[in-house]
């Protein structure tokens, strides 16, 4: 896909396409109005007729003669007064949705044309980029494992219209991140739902080892389960004892910012099948822990991201993959392992293995020094409880940080909602066996805290945030698939950390 900026006054536009907002109040605005009157009332026809009534989401494309562009595409953007970036993005997705069905190869999006200040730097930047984004979120189509999936998209050029201003910088460096955000979210999805006997841990690796071959200031290094053993790492190759498909930690350095600057650390899980292990989970929706290794996968996808648009920063991206099964080598409840840290820690559940892999990835991170750490997981079910589908779950060590992340989720409509790290909690997770017990001793309550407390043993004095993605990284029922997130609100914490 082609994504530019168009400085040509509307009435000059040339293209297959021009998309148009309507609000549900009638009234015309902007480039409507100018559309409406310079193709004799058309759009004002339209509303009268009740043709289209603004509700957000709604689209019709007309068809003009006589004029350099060849259709009208008016969407509905609901009520003007409560215009947000979540109804832009709607609109824009619906739109770019129903003209990419059609055969129509270009097209010139005004719909924040009267509506929005495209000469304000910050407006402009988010305008361009959830146009950007939009688009290959539309486009995404799983097809590895069928093919009929497969949709024919005609559509190759993407403009977003100035009706004759000089196009801004910010503009356009909108439509260059959102393109790479685009990109990478895909990718997240792909590796999301992709089937555990394709996506596995030397899988996810060759991904990354990929990525990196494309860009010169980053590299790659990935330990095998005899290293893994050599550093220590036992709490993570205790969950991976009952596999037989290899273990491996993925570690990516992307040195691109100032010399001295110290790196900003991601850690993804990448359980790459989660059956509970010897805690054997029910069979009813087992399929969908293929999805727990999303936080591994935005990994990657963030990777992408900075590798792609070679931002200006010092970051390290770690990602622990292995399987959760059982077998008679399998981990059993009360078994008692030593971490990398040198804690130990009594596993009286090994369904409760996301945070076992992240212990030793987390202390293995402290190596590069890290400024900070941020690590994602699909980690409990009692999260999915707690925020539902809307949610991420956001625990720190930091409030500085945690307010960060929680802006950076307000900014991209990726939202996080922070949960306390008291010590009431951590108290909970104590052991007669051993330093900690990876599940709660002291009552059932606040799962999702409790894994935060155990995470929080491992990382020392840094600044540290974890994100809970178990309810928001993907969608169940018909519309099964993975949803990309949190790669919106973590692109944005990176993009801002490289200007810093
Ligand atoms: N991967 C799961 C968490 C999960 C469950 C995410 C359902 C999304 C949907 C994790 O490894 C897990 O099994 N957690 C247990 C922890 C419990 C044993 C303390 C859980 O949430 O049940
Ligand atoms: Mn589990
Ligand atoms: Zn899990």
Redesign the pocket.
Known sequence: MKFATNNKKINEIKSDCLMISVFNDGKLRGAAKLVSTANGKLIDDFIKNKDIQGKIGQTRIIPVTGKSYKRIVLVGCGKYENFSQKNYRRAVISALNKISKSNHKSVVSLIHDGVEKIDNPKKAYRLSRVLAESWHSISYQYTTTKESNKKNLGLRKIEIGTNGKKATRDLKIGLEHGDAIGKATQLVKHLGDLPANICTPSYLASVARKIVSKNKSATLKVLNEVQMKKLGMNSLLSVTAGAKEPAKMIIAEFKNGPKNQKPVAVVGKG?TF?T?GI?L?PSNKMD??K??MCGASTTIGLLQMVTELNLPINAVFVVPACE?VPSSTATLPGDVVKSMSGTTIEIL?T????RLILADALTYTQKYKPKLIIDMA???????VALGAHHSGLMSNSDQLAEKLFECGQTTDDVTWRLPLTEEYADQIVSNFADVA???TRGSGA?TI??GCFLQKFVGDYDWAHIDI??VAWAEGANKGATGRPMGLMSEFLINESKT
């Open positions: 359980i989660d509970g805690s989970k969908e822990m999805y727990d959760n559940n369904d409760a293995e996301g699909t980690l409990t079910g009692a999260c999915v990876n599940i709660s799962g409790t894994a178990a309810g």
